[in-house]
C-alpha cells in the first residue's frame, strides 16, 4: 500500500484548506493524524469503509473528513482553521473497530501552518 498526502501550506486563522491522500492498493479504514514539533502523533480523524466518521475533540465542527472509494482517496476539509492545528499531517490506512488502530502504511506527510 502507498500512500500520497498533499494539499497542505500556510494560511490565516479562520482560514480553510483541504487535504487529499491518494491510495495505491487495497485500502481499509482511513485516518488522518498531525504532529506538531515536540509533540506526539495525534489522531485527528477516522473513517470506516462505511463512511462512519470520528473526530478528535479538537477538530470537531470544523474538520471533516470525507472518503471516495471510487477514487481510493480520503481527504480532510478544515475549516475555521487555528494556530494550534499547525502541524504536519499524515495519512494512514489500518483498522476500525471499537477505535481506530493503524497500519504501519503511513503517507509522507503535509506540512499545516496556521498564522495568527
Known amino acids: 500500500v502507498q500512500l500520497q498526502a498533499s494539499g497542505g501550506g500556510l494560511v490565516q486563522a479562520g482560514g480553510s484548506l483541504r487535504l487529499s491522500c491518494a491510495a495505491r492498493?487495497?485500502?481499509?479504514?482511513m485516518a488522518w493524524y498531525r504532529q506538531a514539533p515536540g509533540k506526539q502523533r495525534e489522531l485527528v480523524a477516522a473513517?470506516?469503509?462505511?463512511?462512519?466518521?470520528n473526530y478528535a475533540d479538537s477538530v470537531k465542527g470544523r474538520f471533516t473528513i470525507i472518503r471516495d472509494n471510487a477514487k481510493n482517496a480520503v481527504y480532510l476539509q478544515m475549516n475555521s482553521l487555528k494556530p494550534e492545528d499547525t502541524a504536519v499531517y499524515f495519512c494512514?490506512?489500518?483498522?476500525?473497530?471499537?477505535?481506530?488502530?493503524?497500519?504501519?502504511?503511513w503517507g509522507q506527510g503535509t506540512q499545516v501552518t496556521v498564522s495568527s
Open positions: 492498493g487495497i485500502i481499509n479504514a
Open positions: 494512514n490506512t489500518g483498522v476500525y473497530g471499537s477505535s481506530y488502530v493503524p497500519s504501519r502504511y
Open positions: 473513517i470506516t469503509n462505511g463512511g462512519y466518521a
